[in-house]
């Protein structure tokens, strides 16, 4: 089973910049894709943004587009999502998640999140 690690969190400025981090566990992480989403306490999770297995291919939701850039490197099994100029509107916990159809099989992990506070 992939396990799925986020990182890179923390109480940063507004206007601030951050990366987060998402590491997997198997070698065969280039046969995922991968998504990141957030959630605020109390609300839904929402979806940001997703990469095909190869980084190839990005999507993003309309409120990411253009101040978050999701990006992959497949020799370190890492998949990144860098805020820019944050506004408080992001504090919230950030999650990764990957997905893939193995052998017919939907396969979908999630990761534990990493919190982030958009504070002065």
């Known amino acids: 089973q992939l396990q799925l690690v986020e990182s890179g969190g923390g109480l940063v400025q507004p206007g601030g910049s951050l990366t987060l981090s998402c590491n997997a566990s198997e070698k065969d992480f280039n046969t995922y894709a991968i998504e990141w989403y957030r959630q605020v306490s109390g609300k839904q999770r929402e979806w940001i943004a997703s990469?095909?297995?190869?980084?190839?291919?990005?999507a993003y939701e309309d409120f990411s587009r253009g101040r978050f850039i999701i990006s992959r490197d497949n020799t370190k099994n890492s998949v990144y999502l860098q805020i820019n100029d944050l506004e408080p509107e992001d504090t919230a916990v950030y999650y990764c998640m990957a997905e893939r159809l193995w052998f017919g099989d939907h396969q979908k992990y999630w990761g534990q999140g990493t919190q982030v506070i958009v504070s002065t």
């Open positions: 990469i095909n297995k190869d980084g190839g291919r990005t």
